[in-house]
């Protein structure tokens, strides 16, 4: 004997219906079976509806009961041939009508009982049981429908503990004299001791199938719902989860509990004592293997099984100081908690024993709030207790495996995940069994929380990266087109998938929280909302994805300005925009302190010769204990480019013009040609190197005449090094005619740094520095003599968006 279970997912159409029966035709042919089924997928929500919408004098009850009836009376129009119709329809009028007069009672009473509530949340499993025995029927299969309310008897009303003795005696007594191989009954259902109606409480029908096959020591439960099996999470918010092919009665429970609704809780138990095998089977893929759950499951490796999660929780605190050491505290509250029929999910009191704090379903909120309150009347009115305080909004997730117990470091595991994602963690409890791990978070998190706990435990071999790009000029264009040549490499090689989800111009911003198609990005671009620091930043934040990083490859001051919102919303920044840290030193030491108490990492290699890895090197060496004293470099591509290429015959203002068509030079030139932007780069490099120190501190001999240095904008600049050309062939003469090159070198020296234009030597290791390249010597307690050298290509947009492709990679490694 098998017992089969079909969820309302499963029998929500005659459609599906048909499916149903084909498996239970199939599986008939092997064994005898007991089949369940709930009520067509929806109509449970519909009857409370009905109920509550009459109960409160609406009138609308009418429209709901007509979209009952419509279901069901199309079911049987589709599904039992026409000649057999007339009398199904009448009786699936006929129980209609008793529920509309129930329903019609409570609407002239304005009540709705307890009681009435259940019977007419009955009508689903009694209409669907009963439509599906007569489609099978016709279909000359060997079944007969039996109503589980004579068989399944509870102790009282809306407390589902059972009688088991009486219950299976019942079963027993029908199995006996049973010769039908298929037993059809509606699960949820089911009678009191005293014979008054009752239901199982939602999800009930998975009880009623578990009841049935330990009164028969059933060879196997399957459980046929909407997806194959039990997944590593819920498979509707996280998509990469997988099922699981085999897990023990205690995890099941641990999920199922924890909101894994794919089994309901008790339905457990009964089985469990009987050792009986469940399988969850997905309807719509039979072959698929689905989930086994039994006593025990053989050598697994994973720590974790799963993560399940519930939503619409509240979290309700009892706290103060005439708690602590008195005893019975705790046995009030609960025992107040269950005579008012409040189920507490989760518990957890710190060791003070100051507090207490519940998370319980937050339809109870309020009525928990009432009733605690009233019984511990006088201790509040005494001070020693606060009223109790009520969080809504709030979810519960949980981490549940067997193994978990000898693994050690999990939950600081879980802790740092969501800690680096900004998840907050309201409330913690772990299990004696140290079979779960409980955690309280609000509800806005739940997606990221599980997404990126998934990915912690489950997908180690793949990390998600979400990036959030603005600017996409030279550097950002070649970003993406770079992004998009590698993202197979990365996948491959260092388990990494970057997407990008949000892009933005000067004036244009587009998101997609699954990942933009960046083959058509441009023109999906010019058709995107109206872009401006302040919205894009904004909806980031909302967009709540793990692992965000936020990518500046702007040179403007206000994107600059809203760093620090990214990272105190721990969302990683990585930017080529040196404005930032060349700011006054209160903001640039504001992002350090922020990225370190949010975890948020900020990285800014291509502030400093654009992909060479300058300020890493520089950080290595401090973290490793070196001292810098002193930097000599070349530092600004551009103006290498522009004096290298300058020579006789050749204007200055031609060459300029060409270093800013290729991408070498700040989109205004005159930052680079000024010094402004060699002085920020040193002084990124002193601050990294531990000096305090601003822009206006730093020894700046500008080489441009005093007329280039006014203008006010990049057309008057350009007309300016036109009219000049003469003071530039100057300044070249003055090198050439010593044998020397112009070099534009910055200097930092023991607290100390300046920049400007110098006539280096042919023996000078800048001597033969060429095209746009960089240099820079590090001179520290352990290269006093021989420096440290970093040299190679430090301008152009390749080298750039590499350089901000490697702060990412970097960051998909943490
Ligand atoms: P039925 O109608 O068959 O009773 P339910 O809707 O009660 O089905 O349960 C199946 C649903 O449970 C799935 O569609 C899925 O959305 C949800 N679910 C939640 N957590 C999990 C999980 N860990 N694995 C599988 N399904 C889950
Ligand atoms: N129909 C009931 C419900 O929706 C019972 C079940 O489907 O398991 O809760
Ligand atoms: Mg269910």
């Given amino acids: 004997m098998n017992v089969l279970k079909f969820g309302g997912s499963s029998v929500a159409t005659a459609q599906t219906i048909q499916q149903v029966l084909q498996i239970v035709a199939n599986q008939s042919k092997n064994d005898s079976l007991f089949v ?147 037993v059809l009954f509606p699960g949820f259902v089911a009678r009191t001791e005293s014979g008054e109606p009752t239901t199982l409480g939602r999800g ?10 330990a009164a028969v020591q059933a060879k196997d ?40 609704k794919v089994i309901y809780p008790p339905t457990i138990q009964p089985v469990l004592e009987k050792n009986i095998p469940i399988y969850i089977k997905n309807t719509f893929a039979p072959d698929d293997f689905g989930t086994l759950i039994t006593r025990e499951v053989a050598e697994r490796k994973q720590a974790v099984t799963g993560i399940s999660h519930i939503e619409n929780i509240s979290v309700i605190t009892l706290e103060g100081g005439g708690m602590v050491g008195i005893p019975g505290f705790s046995k009030r509250l609960f025992e107040t908690l269950y005579a008012a029929k409040i189920n507490v999910v989760l518990i957890t009191q710190a060791s003070s024993e100051h507090s207490i704090c519940l998370a319980i379903d937050s339809a109870d909120a309020d009525k928990a709030k009432t009733v605690i309150d009233a019984s511990f009347e006088f201790e509040i009115s005494k001070g020693k207790v606060h009223p109790t305080k ?59 929380a599980l997404n990126s706990l998934h990915e912690q435990f489950f997908e180690v071999k793949t990390k998600q990266l979400n990036l959030f790009i603005t600017g ?20 491959e090689n260092l388990r990494l998938k970057i997407r990008v ?31 401006s620091p302040d919205a894009f930043f904004k909806q980031t934040k909302a967009m709540n994805l793990r692992n965000s990083i936020f990518v500046d490859n702007t040179a403007t001051e206000k994107i600059a300005a809203v760093y620090k919102n990214y990272l105190a919303n721990s969302i990683g920044v990585v930017t080529c925009n040196k404005i930032a840290c060349a700011d006054a030193y209160i903001n640039y030491h504001e992002l350090q302190t922020l990225s370190r108490e949010y975890s948020a990492p900020f990285l800014y290699e291509t502030n400093v010769g654009a992909g060479l890895p300058i300020i890493d090197t520089l950080n ?46 700040e989109p205004d030139p005159k930052i680079d040609l000024s010094g402004v932007d060699v002085a920020r780069k040193i002084l990124i490099l002193a601050r990294e190197s531990g000096q305090v120190m601003e822009l206006s501190d730093i020894e700046n001999n500008p080489f441009l005449p005093q007329e280039s240095l006014a203008t006010a904008n990049v057309p008057d600049f350009f007309e300016s090094l036109k009219t000049n050309e003469a003071h530039f062939t100057e300044i070249l003469e003055a090198a050439t ?35 746009s390249d960089n240099i820079v010597l590090f001179y520290t307690d352990r290269y006093p003599e021989q420096p440290l050298i970093v040299k190679g290509a430090g301008a152009g947009a390749d080298v750039t968006a590499s350089g901000i492709f490697a702060d990412i990679i970097r960051i998909g490694k943490q």
């Fill in 221 to 260: 439960l399957l459980i046929w719902t909407d997806v194959s099996g039990m997944f590593t999470a819920n498979p509707r918010v996280v998509k990469q989860a997988k099922p699981v092919s085999h897990i023990s009665y205690q995890e099941a429970m641990e999920l199922s509990h924890f909101g894994a």
């Fill in 204 to 213: 009930g029908s998975d009880f009623t199938a578990a009841i049935l096959a």
């Fill in 620 to 665: 290595n060496l401090i973290a490793s204990g070196d001292r810098v004293r002193k930097i000599q470099a070349v530092l600004s591509g551009s103006l290498n480019f522009v004096f290298n290429y300058y020579k006789k015959g050749v204007s200055f203002f031609d060459i300029v013009k060409q270093a800013q068509e290729q991408g070498y030079t």
């Fill in 472 to 491: 996409v000029g030279n550097v950002g264009s070649k970003l993406i087109e770079q992004l998009q040549q590698q993202a197979d490499y990365l996948k």
């Fill in 390 to 448: 009520t969080e809504n909004d709030v979810a519960i997730l949980a981490l549940v495996g067997d193994n978990m117990v000898e693994h050690q470091g999990l939950s600081g595991k879980m802790f740092s995940t969501l800690g680096k994602n900004n998840v907050n963690i309201r409330a913690i409890a772990q299990g004696a069994s140290e079979k779960n791990i409980s955690i309280v978070i609000a509800k806005k998190d739940i997606d990221k």
């Fill in 501 to 531: 989800v949000a892009l933005s111009n000067s004036r244009k911003m587009i998101f997609n929280p699954e990942g933009l198609d960046l083959t058509n990005w441009k023109e999906s671009l010019e058709n995107g909302e109206q872009a």
């Fill in 36 to 182: 369940v089924v709930s009520a067509l997928g929806g109509v449970t929500d519909l009857l409370l509806k009905a109920g509550a919408q009459a109960a409160a004098n609406n009138n609308e009850y009418k429209e709901t009961l007509s979209e009952i009836e419509k279901r069901h009376l199309d079911t049987v129009r589709e599904l039992i041939p026409v000649t057999e119709q007339s009398s199904v329809i009448s009786t699936v009028k006929s129980k209609l009508n008793d529920l509309e007069a129930l329903c019609e009672g409570a609407f002239l009473l304005s009540e709705l009982s307890p009681k009435t509530s259940s019977v007419i949340a009955s009508f689903g499993e009694l209409l669907s049981s009963y439509i599906i025995s007569e489609a099978a029927k016709a279909k000359k299969m060997d079944l007969i429908l039996q109503d589980s309310r004579d068989y399944i008897t509870t102790v009282e009303a809306e407390k589902v503990t059972l009688n088991y003795e009486v219950t299976n005696n019942k079963i027993l007594a029908f199995a006996k004299n049973n010769s039908s191989k298929i």
């Fill in 737 to 771: 005619s010593k044998d020397c090159r112009l070099k534009y070198v910055a200097q930092y020296e023991e607290g100390k740094a300046s920049v400007g234009l110098q006539h280096i030597p042919s023996d000078h290791p800048f001597y033969n520095l060429e095209g």
